[in-house]
Nanobody, 114 residues
Framework: VQLQASGGGLVQPGGSLRLSCAAS????????MGWYRQAPGKQRLLVAS???????FIADSVKGRFTISRDNAKNTVYLQMNGLKPEDTAVYYC?????????WGQGTQVTVSS
């Protein structure tokens, strides 16, 4: 499975970005798709995830501001980030997992700064 992430960038506090991650390859093994983030010097943490059935998880730190969605026909997961704060600055990583396997995409930098 290959994952191609896009959509990061520089945004001012309060702004919005949408991250996309498209999966290709042996996609039959995919169940859950999600986003992690890692700030400098910190652990990589789960931000949000969505199963193939549509069940979602949103971390408390971003609840009410971030939304995760998934287009199964396109094998793509989206992370809509609104009300961005400087503490959201991190490298965001797409991940898929299921059937005992997990796959990571390349990171995309999100920087929230005025």
């Amino acid at each position: 499975v290959q994952l191609q992430a896009s959509g990061g960038g520089l945004v001012q506090p309060g702004g919005s970005l949408r991250l996309s991650c498209a999966a290709s390859g042996s996609i039959f093994s995919i169940d859950t798709m999600g986003w992690y983030r890692q700030a400098p010097g910190k652990q990589r943490l789960l931000v949000a995830s969505v199963t193939s059935g549509g069940a979602t998880f949103i971390a408390d730190s971003v609840k009410g501001r971030f939304t995760i969605s998934r287009d199964n026909a396109k094998n793509t997961v989206y992370l809509q980030m609104n009300g961005l704060k400087p503490e959201d600055t991190a490298v965001y990583y797409c991940k898929t997992w299921g059937a005992g396997s997990q796959y990571w995409g390349q990171g995309t930098q999100v920087t929230v700064s005025s």
